[in-house]
């Protein structure tokens, strides 16, 4: 099977943890800034995980390369640009992208300066390449409360103009979600779809708060719905998409090997189970090599190929025509 001419959907991809290395290398020197190294080679070690990372927070280092040139307008389109094109080039027709306003301020960048170049970045892809995509702000769980609404305003702007949907990101402690209600229901109240990373470390109990407290209407991983009845069947009940992203789930030991990955089980059992990269360059991976590995792994067909394209879809935070579009490469 050709995987690259797959019609492919990534409904959980991060903007900083996908920045072409070159772009790096350039960036930094236009911006006067110091690197570890000017040699691609050592600048893509250091952007790359490990194949198995000892937890998420040193995975979660990675980014700290990357974010280090995304601090102004320019730096933000460029590279919501090459993401845009690069997947574009592989076949991906449509792609939701998240990202994190609160990292981008370290040069006074306002909100609105910093949605604002993403989106421009990904529209400018959109009318150069058959691609389309939305962004979704994501809140960093880590970081003080004190700015979240003024992102979810400045955001608000661009609702059906680029900016789909909230999420909340960052290292997943148990029972995060309580603390962050009033945040989801301002979102939802302005017009954002939610999305929210939960079960990615083991704590199938953050999904089932993540449905029921905030309102999710996917979450981002959500693999440990396994060992939580509760959560299992609140996704099943409530239709809750799930962002399955296999590469990175073993290197943040999510999962041990990829075999042991829940993503065939939950198709199996009808589960709204979707395939996405979460970090193309952190993960070295790309939507072709993700589908691959599934599809080789667990033995699925065309057919079963085409089934989830159509949960993306039906799970897509886009709008009626968008999703027309997409069905008009399934087979």
Do not use: W
């Amino acid at each position: 099977m050709n995987y690259l001419s797959l019609p492919k959907i990534d409904l959980h991809c991060h903007l900083d943890g996908s920045v072409r290395p070159q772009t790096i290398i350039d960036l930094a020197a236009s911006q006067n800034l110091s690197l570890p190294s000017q040699d691609i080679n050592e600048i893509n070690a250091l952007m790359i995980a490990p194949e198995t990372c000892p937890n998420l927070e040193e995975y979660l280092m990675r980014f700290e390369l990357p974010l280090s040139v995304m601090q102004t307008a320019d730096a933000i389109e460029r590279i919501s640009f090459e993401l845009f094109e690069d997947a574009a080039l592989e076949n991906v027709k449509y792609l939701e992208v998240r990202f994190g306003p609160q990292l981008h301020q370290q040069q006074g960048l306002s909100f609105d300066d910093i949605i604002a170049a993403a989106v421009a970045g990904m529209q400018r892809a959109e009318q150069k390449y058959d691609i389309k995509g939305n962004y979704i702000l994501s809140i960093l769980r880590t970081f003080p409360k004190d700015n979240i609404y003024a992102v979810i305003d400045a955001g608000a702007a661009f609702l059906n103009k680029g900016v789909a949907a909230f999420d909340l990101a960052g290292a997943e402690l148990p029972g995060f979600c309580e603390a962050f209600i009033p945040y989801a229901e301002y979102a939802k109240q302005k017009g954002y779809k939610i999305t929210i990373h939960a079960g990615e470390q083991g704590v199938g109990q953050n999904v089932f708060d993540a449905i029921t407290l905030l309102h999710a209407q996917r979450v981002g991983h959500g693999i440990h719905i396994t060992s939580h009845e509760g959560a299992y069947q609140q996704v099943k009940l409530h239709n809750v998409g799930l962002e399955t992203c296999p590469s990175s789930n073993i290197q943040t030991k999510a999962v041990e090997v990829l075999s042991d990955h829940p993503i065939k089980a939950f198709y199996d059992d009808n589960l709204p189970t979707t395939i996405n990269t979460d970090n193309r360059t952190v993960s070295n991976t790309t939507m072709t090599d993700e589908v691959r590995k599934i599809m080789q792994t667990f033995d699925l067909s065309e057919a079963d190929y085409y089934n989830i394209y159509r949960t993306s879809i039906d799970q897509a935070f886009t709008s009626n025509d968008v999703k027309q579009h997409l069905l008009s490469f399934a087979k």
